[in-house]
């Protein structure tokens, strides 16, 4: 019988194979959805031995594993996201990052959410540098660090939920927001607005327009943290990322007066022109060669 996942974790990463492994290790320990979810991870150019790591984890891991790259030429996300979707099948796409650890529970409750129209928005608990230069495979294994958050860090999270479950109930036009560690999302949802807009380039607001389509197409956005929330393990800030979200680079083109809810470069100008990236799969735990383009 053909494998068919019911959902499609969408791993972005660039330059943090360390990261990406204990990651993926943590998305193996998943519970109550064996034979429902598949994993590609979606690399924005890495030149180190990214690659490796993820043909290393497919070739022992008991769901498919793809992988997609392109050449390094700035911060691209909204694309790398883009060619992600493209690469699974699955009809329920969660997006998130390679430097989250996912609490064994975490696609179980994103499954269990589902609902037809509607987006679910998470966040993360935030691991310091410490205790994430002391997470490696048994820590990850055994759940450790499931408990080194300290107090005011969950309690911020939980304020978050307080204050979207408000936000839901009165139907704000912006809130809750979708921040980028953990959002789901349904493939047809997603392809309707042609995807995360590809003319975002350095870190930020790619996940305020995405929202802000959604919206405009009719889908509703509800909050998941009073189920789950995904660790973020420490690394040094993007060089594009601003102090302030104001001086970002990209804040004058999300706050335009015009914006389409379909946008121009998306997920069809893959499909339109084949751009250039290299992809792999492994649908039976054994990573295959190079099988062509995300459009493919």
């Keep these: 019988m053909a494998f068919r996942p019911q959902i499609a974790v969408i791993l972005s990463t660039y330059q943090r194979p360390d990261h990406l492994y204990r990651s993926l290790l943590s998305l193996g320990l998943q519970l ?9 991870v979606t690399d924005d150019g890495s030149t180190d031995h990214t690659e490796d790591v993820v043909r290393r984890f497919a070739e022992s891991a008991n ?9 390094h030429r700035g911060f691209h996300l909204a694309r790398s996201r883009n060619e992600g979707a493209l690469v699974s099948s699955a009809p329920y796409l969660l997006f ?25 928005s998470g966040d993360c608990l935030h691991l310091d540098a410490q205790s994430t230069l002391r997470i490696d495979e048994s820590v990850v294994t055994s759940g450790a660090y499931l408990g080194w958050v300290p107090r005011s860090e969950r309690q911020r999270l939980h304020r978050r939920w307080i ?24 493939r047809d949802d997603l392809e309707r ?19 802000d389509r959604l ?17 973020h393990m420490w690394h040094p ?25 379909r946008c121009e470069i998306g997920l069809a100008a893959h499909k339109a022109s084949g751009r250039s990236n290299r992809v792999w799969t492994s649908r039976t735990g054994t990573a295959s060669g190079p099988v062509g383009r995300a459009a493919a």
Aim: proline share 6%.
């Design 32 to 40: 109550g959805v064996e034979g429902e979810y598949e994993v590609v």
């Design 96 to 120: 998130s990052d390679g430097d989250c650890l996912f609490p064994p529970n975490h696609l179980f409750q994103h499954l269990k959410m589902r609902r037809p129209s509607f987006a679910r």
């Design 63 to 71: 769901f498919p594993v793809g992988f997609t790259t392109h050449e």
């Design 215 to 231: 919206r405009a197409a009719g889908v509703r956005i509800a909050s998941i943290l009073g189920s789950t929330h995904v660790f």
């Design 193 to 211: 607005i042609n995807g995360f807009d590809e003319r975002f380039v350095g870190w930020g607001c790619e996940d305020d327009d995405l929202a």
């Design 163 to 186: 204050k979207d479950r408000l936000y839901q109930v009165v139907g704000h036009q912006k809130k809750p927001k979708l921040t980028g560690s953990n959002i789901a999302v349904w």
């Design 237 to 261: 800030s993007d060089p594009s990322q601003p102090k302030k979200w104001s001086d970002g680079s990209n804040v004058d083109y999300l706050l335009r007066q015009e914006k389409p809810t």
